[in-house]
């Protein structure tokens, strides 16, 4: 897949038609994601669920932002074993999901939800594995406007229809800095001494889905290596906030690895001059790895 490409052309669909989705394309994700799925930690236990239009009303007050859940023919839920780093490996792996939904032409949208209990019950879910990530998918319902999410918080979102197409994004200037956080200066020449390779892959990642388009997150490039910096934020709850880590590494990463061969991320602490309440996620060193190893090499 040309994730590059993917990653432009996807975006949040919340008006499905009625059309079910082919079995055949059914099929076909269920064999990629047994198959093919892109994952940051692949010794993890994970199951994918498909569930039909049935879901729709069982979800209701489990999942989605306040009163609001995206009525849609299909719903993915993802399931995994209990580990600290499962929320960031579902939004990888499912993003990729949805990356490959984009690729088959079948719009999708992420969808929040608080308790993996709530969901497992609400769907007749029995299984040891929990609910760690939810998206809909199906066919967009084409308008001339676009119905859009006014994100005032989590218990104020607007719906309403306005001809906007993507919600604006944090730019990569506001996305990444150099050597300390918030330090933007010889940025633009940092980045054109890697030449595409980096500004393709953080322009993939300033447009990667977000708990309430939040992007409670950066990066601080440093001696020739790449850090996922979450940033403090009052609305993301933590499974919403590792999902979005997920989804910002896939970005960054699927792409990055087009031009400089398979990152490593090293996740866990390091010493990093940051502002209170900014955490290290993960540094991965730029340019190729010496040695293939999997993508998560520590925790
Ligand atoms: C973890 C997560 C949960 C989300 N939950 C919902 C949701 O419940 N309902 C919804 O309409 N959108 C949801 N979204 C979609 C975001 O609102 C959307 O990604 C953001 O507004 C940016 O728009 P875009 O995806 O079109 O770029 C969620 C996104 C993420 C990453």
């Not at 055949?24 to 239009?53: C, H, I, M, W």
Request: hydrophobic letters at 40%; one cysteine or more; aromatic letters at 10%.
């Amino acid at each position: 897949m040309n994730y590059s490409v993917l990653i432009q052309n996807r975006k949040s669909v919340r008006a499905f038609t009625d059309k079910k989705v082919p079995t055949v394309a059914l099929e076909d994700l269920k064999a990629y994601y047994q198959t093919a799925v892109k994952r940051l930690l692949p010794e993890l236990q994970t199951e994918l669920l498909n569930f039909g239009l049935e879901a729709r009303e069982a979800l209701e007050g489990a999942a989605g932002y306040h009163q609001f859940l995206v009525g849609a023919p299909q719903y993915l839920v993802l399931l995994s074993e209990v580990h600290p780093l499962a929320h960031i490996n579902a939004g990888y792996i499912m993003e990729d999901l949805i990356l490959k939904l984009t690729d088959m032409d079948i719009a999708s949208c992420w969808l929040t939800f608080t308790r993996s209990q709530d969901v497992k019950k609400a769907l007749g879910i029995d299984s040891h594995l929990e609910v760690v990530a939810l998206a809909a998918f199906g066919f967009e319902r084409k308008s001339a406007k676009r119905l859009k999410l006014n994100f005032n918080s989590m218990s104020q979102v607007d719906i309403s229809a306005k001809h906007r197409y993507m919600e604006p994004k944090r730019s990569i200037a506001d996305l990444a800095f150099l050597d300390t956080w918030g330090n933007c200066q010889n940025l633009q020449e940092y980045i054109g001494f890697y030449d595409d390779m980096l500004w393709e892959s953080l322009y993939a990642a300033s447009l990667a889905p977000s708990y309430l388009n939040r992007q409670a997150y950066g990066f601080l490039l440093r001696n020739g290596s790449i850090s996922l910096i979450s940033r403090p934020d009052l609305y993301n709850t933590p499974i919403d906030r590792d999902l979005s880590l997920g989804i910002v590494l896939h970005h960054f990463t699927e792409v990055a690895q087009h031009w400089a061969g398979k990152l490593c991320w090293q996740f866990g602490d390091m010493p990093l001059e940051l502002p209170n309440g900014h955490r290290h996620i993960a540094t991965a060193a730029l340019g190729h790895c010496s040695q293939y190893c999997t993508t998560a090499c520590k925790f």
